[in-house]
């Protein structure tokens, strides 16, 4: 059983910046890929920012710039550095990850998200 843990979310006003954290019950050295995901009301969850096991990085057009995500595997953490933050980041922000165990089986886990208010 895997757990992840998101905390770090607030609310701030727009030009701020803040960092979210995701713990993890597990070693995330087994992991396959680790990321960031955001679901503003009324929207589709969409992915924000991931991390794969070789440290390649992705991002959303929309963030790309402003977030930075990386993680720390001695500490079972994954971070979203969040910079210059819009009005239209308020989301509830989920932190995901990918666990491969044997071959062709995968964990998919999922936290339980936190939200980020972003005032104009």
């Known amino acids: 059983q895997v757990q992840l843990v998101e905390s770090g979310g607030g609310l701030v006003q727009a030009g701020g910046s803040l960092r979210l954290s995701c713990v993890a019950s597990?070693?995330?050295?087994?992991?396959?890929?680790m990321g960031w995901y955001r679901q503003a009301p009324g929207k589709q969850r969409e992915l924000v920012a991931m991390?794969?096991?070789?440290?390649?990085?992705n991002y959303a057009d929309s963030v790309r710039g402003r977030f930075s995500i990386s993680k720390d595997n001695a500490e079972k953490t994954l971070y979203l550095q969040m910079n210059t933050l819009k009005p239209e980041d308020t989301a509830v922000y989920y932190c995901?990850?990918?666990?491969?165990?044997?071959?062709?089986?995968?964990?998919?886990?999922w936290g339980q998200g936190t939200q980020v208010t972003v005032s104009s």
């Open positions: 995901y990850g990918q666990w491969s165990v044997v071959v062709e089986a995968t964990w998919d886990i």
């Open positions: 597990r070693s995330i050295r087994s992991t396959t890929r």
């Open positions: 991390i794969t096991d070789g440290g390649i990085t």
